[in-house]
């Protein structure tokens, strides 16, 4: 007997595609790398970052690990540190998953629950306009987001100025409190509203998959946050969604199992089945069948897998990537003041921006206060010995904001991946703006700069980021389109044409990329698509 | 020139270690001294910062010259 659905990668995308599929009736096999690292997780504490700060002899080990592990922003440290506990999110990637470019450094995973094993957790939804731009169908969406919703637990808060922007399911929970620093620049909102909102920009509080209610249902214990400051770090309660969870909490049931150690190359579409070709931890080939298959290895890898099935060397497929800036300034309000211990350590705020240059894209800016990060990562960041470094550092860190910036994104013939050798992993990149790009995400920083600047705000720095550090990733498969020229693409169900019994979950298929956080719309697309693999099993077995 | 005041490597090791010991970690938390006396250490910060940058700064432009 073979499985319903084999489900290649357990990501925010596998795991969702998987659930929705065993919530069909379906019968689901998991494959993937499945790196993980339960002995980090379990050396965090559950206990204030005050606290641990003050009395864990260990702190180092998961504080700042053996040495600092990741830096997909290069020489700008400020944000792009991967705290020691999540560093198993990148593990083998560079090698197993090959990407050759001067010009895209692209985060790619192969561990327990992907990327989503290290990610922020920030959950907008795309407005209609912007899922018909990417070529999903919005009705359908809706209900999806709903189920994910439902199913991951998402914070938010429906009276800010930023809800019609990015909220659209109403079974969220309430939204979690707002960090001193972040209270303070809401007031600073408040009063300016009027001047701002004219300039295109709202604020409100970041739509987040934390929980501020525990989720209790057979197989998922997760608990509310306790505002421990210590998300960057550990989970104990399980308050942060992490696709592990939704595997664990399929591991339970009969018609789920989970095969891990799979590095898979390629996939056959037969007549009566897929089968889906890898490699196994020492480099032995295995192969495994499934009516159907879902690949959710994420857009750039799947691109990678689909390519090299087909044998497509040389042939440049689209891809889209958000770029990404990061503004650093200091809310005068907060200087010299105090801040509470008591916070979460995720994006306190979104500001969704909409300048009439945009012509109604919007660029998304998530908002940070610097804290639970060790004061040397910062003191060492000043052009200064660090005697003088930390005192500063100390001074400045509750006044410290940090406004990651995504920008819009254009498809262009200056972005592809193509694979290098039909019978090999490597996938060549390209990814160059044209000078209306820049010119354009540099007004959307200095834009959002100058209402930092109306907020109180001083800005000290703008860092621009390599190409690909955003870790938005789509359009590699994308879906089939009047004018549409990609050698590979997909269809509305997220089938790849041409290989009939393999679909898509992840964002590959996308036509656009709006700037917010992509990754709630990935995991309601991947249940979406899940779900019309099962109808479609449905019908042939009646046919 | 500012860039190489930045520590390296192994000094950043160092502070992390100190900074990890839990005996030390009060000195290593964020400080709220108000406002004014908060704006007054820093401008004290930034001269003693172009104090240290001074030598060094004389010594490559004197080295800069004599090069050319
Ligand atoms: C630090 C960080 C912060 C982030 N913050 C946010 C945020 O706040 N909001 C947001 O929307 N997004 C965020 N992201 C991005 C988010 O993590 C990704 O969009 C998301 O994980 C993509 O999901 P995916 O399932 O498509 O792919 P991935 O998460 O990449 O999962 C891919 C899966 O496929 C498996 N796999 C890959 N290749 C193979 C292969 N050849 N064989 C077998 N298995 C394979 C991997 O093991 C993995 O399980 C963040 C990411 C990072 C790293």
Redesign the interface.
Known sequence: MIPDLLVVGSGPAGAQAAKAAIDAGASVQMLDFGNDDPAGRASVPDAPFSVV?????E??RY??GA?DVWNPYEGNRVAGHLTAPRAFALADADRLLPVASDTFTPVRSLALGGLGAAWGAGTPCFEDHELVAMGLPVEAMAAAYDEVVRDIGVSAAWDDDTAPYVLRSRATQPAAEPDTNARALLAAYARRRDAVRAAGFTLGRAPLALLTQPIRRPGCERDANPYFDMDFYGDARRSIYRPRYTIDELRAHPRFTYTEGVLVHAFASESDRAVVHGTDRRGEPVAFAGRRAILATGALNSARIALRSFGIAGERQPLLSNEMSFLIALNLAM?????DDRRHSLAQLLAIYAPDYRGGERVAASIYSY?SL???RL????????R?????A?????ALTIAGVHHPERRSARKWVALARADGDLLNAHYELDGDERRANARDAAGIAAVLRRLGCVTLRRIATPHGASIHYAGTLPMRAPGERAPLQTDEAGRIVGAERVHVADSATWRALPAKGLTLTIMANARRVARLAVETLRAEARA | M??R???G?A???R???R????RR??S????????????L??AA?GI??AL??LPRLLVRLVSERGAR
């Open positions: 700060r003050r009395t864990d002899p702190q180092a504080l700042w040495r200087l010299g003041r105090t801040a804290r060790l004061n040397v003191a060492t960041e000043f052009p200064m010995p660090t003088l470094g930390v005192p500063t100390r001074l400045l860190t509750n | 500012l860039t005041l930045q520590p490597q000094e950043i090791e502070l992390a270690r900074e990890t010991d839990p970690a009060a290593f938390e964020p400080l709220a001294l108000g406002p004014l006396p908060t704006v250490a820093l910060l003693a910062a240290v940058a």
